[in-house]
């Protein structure tokens, strides 16, 4: 039952999709019938227990069936109407908008009326839950976007629109024209960062900046490094500048060269120290041209100092009703009007809200912690008796965020424990961190799926509860990225010290006294031991952190003389020259270690050599290199029968030539590294679900042709593969999907080489049935690819990067690309023409190009009314003139809600200074 009522609702959101006028005349009625479905759907959870018991309650569940296939039935024959109208003719459009105006009245009386009496029906049976006794349980999916986009979107805001509204005022008037700064102030938990991120990304700041930069600073920073985030963000090639920029040039070059003459806008999240703008503002000049800085801060010297004649902006708490409104956003996980308010819970949400004091943070927990709690008042209200309302100066807020920890199964706060180790502001990997919980036996051995899935289900549950926050999805729509606000890092320091899970060293601590700490888990951030190293006997999980690049003997974790490690079962290090490490005296069998995670780190090609491993289960080498090259990295007679997954990068090879026949519970093979003739032996790793290779000879045409056939052996035996990535220095040994049996699993293909000369343009056949996200590069192709690409149905994301097209026109087609959400150009250097037909990509919402020199027009992008964001860096001098106010370019872009566009890269022979 859930699922046809879920069919329904994405049928519902797709034909909402639509902008033809028949949708338009009833736009209305459709979204009424889908907010009463919803409704029904929120109840299904309930029923399903009650149904087996209750013959009353079945004959209503069969009443919902049958309404459902109704509306189902209404929908397809509607949208059968649509598309006979659209073939009486070329110019369907046209005709669409006639019919509509002559046959309003039939709209009105016939499907209007249709729909009416579903709306009605709807809401009959969704007042029958009182009587039946049928809980709100919470809707089962969220079908609004039943195919989630890479990136998150903006959290719900409650009581901060007239807050961003002064804002962007002030940030606009150009009658003061020196160089402000904006304080925002308010305590922990109020929403600075949220109206901060939304004023940033306002549509209303289009093309009144040059140049924009977000930097976080936390209590912990670095001057230097906060200066080049400020830099790469201006310029973005400078990151590549060989020999690199000197922090001693740094505040210099920014103000004489790279910020001059230029408007800017410059965001500083969370600043805590003093002293921190009068060191900053010495690299950003003040040229009486509106430049703005805004900072978010606790303090109110903080703001005073930055800019004495800019009176801060204080944000308030929210009012009892914005307040009320926000507690029902997260207990329900919808908007939901203050009509539709439940009656027997209103008196208790009120007095929650009260007790909350207007703290957004704490209103959003609070509904977390309600979604897991029975809709009834006894419920809501034995919540509101236990929590300790009284205590003041902000004890208030612990006790809502300890009451949500306390909620916690134990598995699950032994996983949000974990979220201790990592520092403020931390980039936190979802993929890393549940490989971590699942080498320290947090994850529960029971329940369906793999362990890796029932990790990935603890993390979603956190994020359900709203104790973390997804800052980026994955193309399969799970967590990429995520962190943790300030006050829940705070809680679950403090708790984890409190219960000896983890001791958390970070720069104002004394190292050493590692050894005397009684948890079993250590994290450092930041530190610096001291020549004596460090001695541990006890510890089982270390995870260190910012000791600088490759740090050295002199500099850091060099120092660390860990003897104690022999009991390691998580170990990860980031940014060390490991070739120090290994001198120092580590147990030479780590016989418990289990996640081994080396990021951005210079590797001794003999480490696996020097070590043994017995139960490794992830190996995480992302951004690291390896000190010999010519011996690689050597793992030569090395065997980890436990390993499941292994991560190197595709930018430094990194070869692993395991005796691969004894591998096999691999899971990920992730840009490894290696040579052709041993692909063939990778065919006993059966269970592969990620694989990406990088083939380190340079093949030719011939030889590619003849590899793909070893390939496809391999590829036939990986039943569950569902991401497949091949890199390759000449031509691409691949010739398509469609005789394997992953050819409908297949999700996500990445494919770097050139396309053997026979084919100008790959066809369909060549790709997986069910492909969300390609990205294609270096493939050479002449012909335009889009009349075949346009046809993949489930494609969503598509990356045409670094001369994968080397053609000067794209085109694409009416009805083409039919479910794509984000569309990448990079490096396209012919491109000079790029057609949208109408109707062509009918719910694109992101568009980036990039350093496409000869594009010197925008395509027709008001034919394309979803875009929510685009991107344009390093354009054409015609293209950025373009895009300026009163340009050519502008009424095609004027629809978007947020457009950047960054000079970048500048192509030779073009100078915009």
């Not at 740094?250 to 009068?278: A, Q, S, T």
């Not at 660390?560 to 390691?568: E, K, R, T």
Request: proline residues 4%.
């Amino acid at each position: 039952m859930a699922e046809a009522v879920t069919s329904v609702l994405v049928k519902l959101a797709d034909i909402l999709r639509e902008k033809v006028g028949e949708v338009q005349a009833v736009r209305g009625q459709i979204e009424q019938v889908q907010k009463e479905l919803r409704l029904i759907q929120a109840l299904l959870r309930d029923v399903d227990s009650k149904c087996h018991r209750n013959n009353v309650v079945t004959e209503w569940l069969n009443q919902v069936s049958e309404i459902a296939n109704r509306i189902a039935t209404v929908i397809d024959t509607f949208r059968d109407k649509i598309e006979e109208n659209r073939a009486e003719s070329s110019n369907w459009v046209r005709k669409i908008t006639k019919a509509v105006k002559r046959n309003y009245k039939k709209y009105k009386l016939g499907l209007h009326d249709e729909l009416e009496n579903i709306i009605e029906e709807l809401n009959r049976l969704y007042q029958r839950r009182t009587d039946l006794r049928i809980e709100d349980l919470g809707a089962i999916d969220d079908v609004d976007d039943p195919e989630a986009c890479d990136d998150v979107d903006d959290p719900e805001v409650v009581g901060l629109e007239d807050d961003q509204a002064k804002i962007i005022e002030q940030l606009k008037d150009r009658s003061i024209s020196r160089r402000m700064v904006l304080s925002i102030v308010g305590t922990g938990g109020l929403g600075k960062t949220t109206l901060a991120q939304k004023v940033y990304n306002s549509d209303k700041l289009e093309g009144q900046f040059d140049c924009h930069a977000w930097l976080s600073i936390s209590q912990t920073y670095n001057l230097n490094e906060l200066l080049k985030e400020i830099l790469y963000k201006v310029k973005p090639d400078m990151k590549k500048k060989v020999p690199p920029v000197t922090d001693r040039d740094l505040p210099v070059k920014l103000k004489k060269y790279f910020l001059k003459g230029k408007r800017y806008l410059i965001i500083l999240d969370d600043v805590w120290d003093i002293n921190l703008w009068g060191q900053l503002k010495k690299a950003l000049p003040d040229m009486y041209n509106a430049s703005r800085v805004i900072i978010t801060t606790r303090s109110l010297d903080v703001a005073k100092v930055a800019d004495c004649n800019t009176k801060p902006y204080k944000l308030r708490y929210l009012s009892d009703n914005e307040g009320l409104a926000l507690l029902f956003i997260n207990a329900f996980q919808q908007q939901v009007q203050p009509e539709k308010y439940p009656a027997h819970l209103l008196d208790v949400a009120k007095r929650l809200t009260k007790r909350c004091g207007g703290l957004p943070l704490a209103l959003i927990v609070l509904g977390g912690i309600l979604t897991r709690r029975e809709r009834t008042y006894p419920d809501w209200n034995t919540l509101y008796e236990t929590i300790d309302w009284h205590d003041k100066d902000g004890i208030q807020c612990s006790q809502i965020l300890a009451s949500s920890y306390e909620d916690l199964p134990r598995y699950l706060k032994d996983c949000f424990l974990y979220f201790s180790a990592f520092p403020e502001d931390y980039k936190i990997s979802g993929v890393h961190i549940t490989r971590m919980w699942m080498a320290e036996g947090f994850v529960p051995k029971d329940g369906a799926g793999t362990i890796e899935y029932r990790a990935e289900k603890c993390l979603e549950e956190l994020v359900q509860r709203c104790l973390i926050q997804v800052t980026k999805k994955s193309w399969n729509g799970y967590c990429k990225y995520c962190s943790i606000h300030d006050l829940l890092r705070d809680l679950a320091i403090c708790k984890a010290k409190d219960e000896n899970f983890l001791t958390v060293f970070s720069k104002e601590d004394d190292v050493n006294n590692l050894a005397a700490s009684e948890s079993c888990r250590a994290a450092l951030q930041f530190c610096t031991p001291t020549e004596d190293g460090i001695y541990s006997e006890n510890t089982n999980s270390l995870l260190c952190f910012g000791f600088g690049q490759f740090s050295s003997d002199n500099s850091g974790f060099g120092l660390l003389n860990y003897s104690g490690s022999g009991l390691l079962q998580v170990l990860t290090l980031e940014r060390v020259d490991m070739t120090t490490f290994t001198r120092r005296h580590w147990s030479k069998g780590l016989i418990h270690l289990r996640y081994l995670g080396l990021r951005d780190c210079f590797v001794p090609h003999d480490i696996f050599k020097q070590f043994s491993f017995p139960n490794l289960e992830t190996i995480d080498l992302y951004g690291s290199e390896v000190d010999n090259e010519e011996e690689r990295l050597n793992l030569c007679d090395v065997v980890i029968p436990t390993l499941r997954h292994v991560y190197a990068n595709s930018y430094s090879e990194i070869h692993l030539p395991l005796e691969w026949d004894k591998h096999t519970n691999l899971q990920t093979i992730m840009d490894v590294a290696i040579y052709i003739k041993s692909v063939v032996e990778l065919g006993f790793c059966i269970n592969l679900r990620k694989f990406g290779i990088i083939i380190v000879d340079k093949l030719d045409n011939g030889r590619a042709i003849k590899e793909w056939q070893n390939l496809k052996s391999v590829l036939k035996n990986t039943v569950q593969l569902v991401y497949l990535s091949i890199t390759t220095k000449g031509f691409l040994p691949f010739g398509g999907t469609k005789e394997l049996p992953c050819h409908e699993k297949i999700q996500k293909l990445n494919l770097d080489g050139k396309w053997e000369r026979n084919i100008c343009v790959p066809s369909v056949e060549m790709f997986p049935t069910n492909l969300t996200k390609l990205q294609l590069i270096r493939s050479g192709l002449q012909e335009d690819p889009m009349p075949i690409l346009e046809r993949l149905q489930s494609l969503r994301i598509l990356h045409l990067n670094d001369g994968s097209y080397v053609g000067t026109v794209l085109i694409c087609s009416t009805g083409g690309f039919p479910n794509l959400e984000k569309l990448k150009l990079y490096d396209l250097d012919n491109l000079h023409h790029w057609d949208i037909k109408e109707g062509a990509m009918p719910i694109l919402r992101h568009l980036e190009i990039h350093c496409c020199f000869l594009l010197h027009v925008l395509p027709e992008l008001q034919k394309v009314q979803t875009l929510q964001e685009l991107t344009v860096v390093g354009p054409s001098r015609e293209l950025w003139e373009g895009m300026q106010m009163q340009g050519k370019d502008v009424h095609k872009i004027k629809h978007i809600p947020s457009v950047r566009i960054s000079k970048g890269y500048v192509p030779q022979g073009e100078d915009f200074r």
